[in-house]
């Protein structure tokens, strides 16, 4: 089976109005060209209405960074993902570690979000990583199968078939400090193992499995050559085009 790579940029709390549109008119000529790639944009949940409407029509995607899982009513401050679709969002990165370490974000919740997202027609990417100390501590597999095992609970073969996974050792997360391809390969095997334990061989193959982590247009290539990373999502070099699309370039 052959998975097309996916290159996502997550914006996280980044870039006004002004800056978000200028970024996509650079991204939408570079990147038209970019045909074997699935790319997609992560803004703020407040500009995914416009950068969705710039980018329309074109081969580059829109996503957020968070939605509330239930579907609406009493829940002041909250998104949930009908809206989102309702302005155009196709993704939604869930479980990213800012949120599950400065939020205080669980699996549990994750798991609530990835069947509100699949119900409501968003992909979603689904962030697993571990913490510097659980990796010195050789842990790093146990953390990410806990991560992998409560986000993904009760959801179907085939709803899972349509999720992202994002490996983000969170040591390696706006650091500088990029995993090395034989390391992030190992934990990608490991991921796809625990989706044919859990599911069959056939749903394994079919999920697209990123890395992110310090992602640049220096090391993506040789990241993106592994056989088990199937793409990347990218913090800081998603914020300017010269960087994401030398990323893509290398994809
Ligand atoms: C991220 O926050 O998802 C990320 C990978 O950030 P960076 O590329 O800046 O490390």
Redesign the pocket.
């Given at each position: 089976m052959t998975r097309r790579i996916f290159i996502a940029g997550?914006w996280?709390m980044n870039l006004n109005l002004a800056s978000a549109l200028d970024l996509v008119a650079g991204l939408k000529e570079e990147a038209a060209s970019a045909t074997r790639v699935d790319i997609a944009v992560c803004p703020s949940s407040l500009y995914v209405q416009p950068i969705a409407a710039a980018l329309k029509g074109t081969n580059i995607g829109v996503g957020t960074q968070n939605a509330y899982f239930e579907r609406e009513g009493a829940f002041t401050g909250e998104i949930s993902m009908a809206m989102l679709c309702d302005v155009g969002c196709q993704y939604v990165i869930l479980g990213?570690s800012?949120r599950r370490n400065i939020l205080g974000e669980s699996s549990e919740q994750v798991n609530l979000k990835t069947h509100a997202a699949l119900a409501a027609g968003l992909t979603p990417i689904v962030?697993v990583g571990e913490l510097l100390k659980e990796r010195e501590a050789g842990q790093t597999e146990n953390v990410v199968r806990r991560q992998f095992d409560g986000s993904f609970s009760g959801v179907s073969a085939e709803d899972m078939k349509k999720c992202v996974i994002?490996y983000?050792p969170v040591w390696?997360?706006?650091?500088g400090k990029v995993a090395t391809p034989d390391q992030a390969e190992e934990v990608h095997l490991a991921i796809r193992g625990m989706i044919e334990k859990n599911y069959d061989k056939n749903v394994a193959e079919a999920v697209r499995i990123q890395y992110?982590?310090?992602?640049n247009d220096k090391n993506a290539k040789e990241i993106l050559a592994k056989p088990n990373v199937d793409g990347a999502?990218?913090?800081?070099?998603?914020l300017k085009v010269e960087s994401f699309m030398g990323i893509i370039r290398s994809a």
């Open positions: 997550n996280k990213h800012e962030c994002a983000e390696a997360i706006g650091t992110g982590g310090s992602v999502l990218v913090g800081g070099a998603s």
